[in-house]
């Protein structure tokens, strides 16, 4: 990791799929080179609101508090593009006919990032340089929800931490629904300890290959949807079954099952267990979750896939999406009495 080297030449942009992630990832870039700095903002900002605020008067909020930062900054090169908040995916051609040969950096975030819009902000920046075929402009990602796998390089902030925790702080309406400035400034600390500056803060960035596609992007878009497609399905069956005045208790106590397993703990999964657990005549033994050491908080009992688990009458797969391939991987390891969530629906129906 090296420090990040900016000439008094060079021409920055900072891209934003909304207003505030600007300052939370690239906050001490801004304050340190922001009269080389331009900024873009993608999307309204309408999504990031509590229960009581309506899409339209967070939208107004939102900006107010993006302008009140670049006046902050002093930054007068910047633009709004108002996508709606949540939509970036169906927008990746959006920056493809904009002027982007006159920067020589460009920041946006993290293309692995938990954030579908970010990830998305990421492709679309990347879109747009291949293409206008634009070879020489370095382009960099920042951290927002998640951190970097790796970094390449930083900008060390010293001990002053506190002018990029004001300009977070400028986005009061997000705050107070998650208070993302102290993860940040947290991070930053993590950060500056992991390569030995005691008492000091970094903000880190990972330089990308241009030319790396967007292709396997957009096809995960894709599969997302599809698996979510099928999800709600199951969730219309369940639902008809139970409006049809039948249990799922009924496919079980049918073929004597009264000990099982339940495969995956997502929605599906805990609506399952949160079923059978009502009642005596099916019981619950395990649920088997790769996530399980993430899912210690829960009380039932969680367990990753194992060649000595318990055995029992049936493991119901509720990641049903996924069913063919999970039932070969519990076929391999001995355990051959398992069924798809999705197909116990569909004999009740």
């Known amino acids: 990791m090296v420090t990040l080297s900016v000439n008094k030449n060079d021409r920055i942009l900072v891209v934003a799929p909304h207003p505030d992630d600007e300052c939370i990832g690239a906050g001490g870039l801004l304050k340190k080179y922001s009269k080389q700095c331009d900024v873009w903002l993608l999307t309204d900002g309408s999504q990031g609101r509590n229960s009581e605020q309506s899409p339209y008067d967070i939208k107004q909020i939102r900006k107010q508090e993006f302008l009140k930062e670049m006046a902050e900054l002093d930054i007068v090169h910047y633009r709004m593009f108002n996508i709606e908040d949540g939509t970036l995916s169906q927008h990746l051609d959006c920056l493809n006919n904009e002027a982007l040969s006159v920067y020589t950096k460009i920041f946006v975030t993290n293309k692995n990032d938990s954030h579908l819009d970010h990830r998305a902000a990421y492709n679309i920046v990347k879109n747009a340089l291949q293409y206008q075929k634009l070879q020489n402009i370095e382009l960099y990602q920042y951290e927002i929800n998640a951190p970097l796998s790796q970094v390449s390089h930083f900008i060390n902030m010293g001990n002053n931490i506190e002018s990029k925790k004001f300009l977070m702080e400028l986005h009061q309406s997000q705050i107070t629904i998650l208070n993302y400035s102290e993860m940040a400034v947290y991070l930053n600390k993590y950060r500056a300890a992991s390569f030995g500056l005691q008492d000091s803060y970094i903000e880190t960035y990972l330089l990308s290959d241009i030319n790396e596609s967007v292709d396997e992007y957009i096809m995960n878009i894709e599969q997302k949807q599809q698996k979510q497609k099928h999800i709600t399905n199951v969730y219309d069956m369940w639902l008809t079954i139970n409006i049809n ?46 996530m399980a050491q993430q899912k210690r908080e829960c009380k039932e009992n969680i367990i990753p896939l194992s060649e000595n688990m318990e055995k029992v009458d049936c493991i119901v797969v509720t990641a049903v999406h996924d069913y063919d391939e999970i039932k070969e991987n519990l076929l391999n390891i001995g355990y051959d009495n398992v069924i798809s969530l999705e197909k116990i629906l569909d004999e009740l129906m």
């Open 245 to 290: 005045g039948k249990s799922i208790l009924e496919y079980f106590e049918k073929r004597n099952i009264k000990e099982i397993a339940i495969y995956g703990y997502g929605g599906l999964g805990k609506r399952l267990y949160q079923e059978l657990k009502q009642q005596e005549r099916v019981k619950v033994e395990y649920i088997i979750d790769q």
